[in-house]
């Protein structure tokens, strides 16, 4: 199984993917493809139907879109708990992560993953504060009703996609709201996330237009 992957310093959504399969210890091949962006990425043609990235490669199938990957995981390796067991909370779960996968674009747009940048806010719009709001309204009814540390209790496909929201909101110093705090804790404490950081702290590139 492989796992392709753009910079991991600002590829949110190859993160996604990745994080999953560390937290649920699935063994894959990492291919990290840096981007190159100026040109059009077309490194990314020899792989991605989309020329994008993340795309899973697995016994000659390929999977693209982040959350497609999460959901053939899930079927892939139903032991795992992907998603929780519990039908009425993977229910919620997978609302969860389809509202992080086609939303939040102001969010998105304005304060990109960013992983090695230091804590500097930026002057946003209200379609970001709108966003956060949204978020921080998610997070603690998902963490009230779990008891956390994750949003469904143990780590899900839902934190994958949340895992690069937690960067944004961090180092761009959007909340103070407790459960962010309480949430952003236990994500930046996952040895699956401190392992996916220590690598892009130490990657050269530099992609300009992801320097908010
Ligand atoms: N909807 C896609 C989004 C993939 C995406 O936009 N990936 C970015 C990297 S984070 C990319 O490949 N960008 C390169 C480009 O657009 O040329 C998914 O969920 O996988």
Redesign the pocket.
């Known amino acids: 199984m492989k796992l392709y992957i ?1 910079n991991k310093n ?5 993160m ?1 993917p990745w994080i999953a399969m560390t937290a649920k210890g699935i063994e894959f091949e990492e291919e990290l493809v840096p ?1 190159n ?1 100026d040109a ?2 077309p490194e ?1 043609a020899v792989f ?1 139907p ?5 795309v899973l490669v697995d016994d000659g199938l390929t999977i ?6 999460l959901e053939y995981l899930a079927d892939k390796f139903p032991e795992k708990g992907f998603w929780p067991e519990d039908f009425r909370q993977r229910a919620l779960a997978r609302c969860a992560a389809n509202e992080m ?1 086609g939303g939040f674009q102001a969010l998105r747009n304005a304060c990109p ?1 960013n992983m090695r940048r230091e804590i500097r806010a930026i002057v946003t719009d209200q379609d970001v504060h709108r966003d956060v709001a949204r978020i921080e309204t998610l997070w603690a009814e998902c963490l009230a009703d779990s008891g956390g540390p994750f949003l469904f209790g143990d780590f899900c496909n839902a934190d994958a996609m949340y895992a690069p929201v937690v960067n944004r909101i961090e180092k761009y110093a959007l909340s103070d709201h407790d459960a962010v705090k309480q949430y952003s804790v236990a994500m930046k404490s996952h040895p699956a996330w401190v392992s996916w950081e220590k690598s892009a702290l130490e990657e050269p590139w530099i992609v300009t237009a992801d320097e908010a």
């Open positions: 753009g600002y590829s949110s959504w190859s996604r981007f962006d059009g990425n990314f991605s989309t020329v994008k990235v993340p693209w879109e982040s959350l497609a990957i996968h993953m």
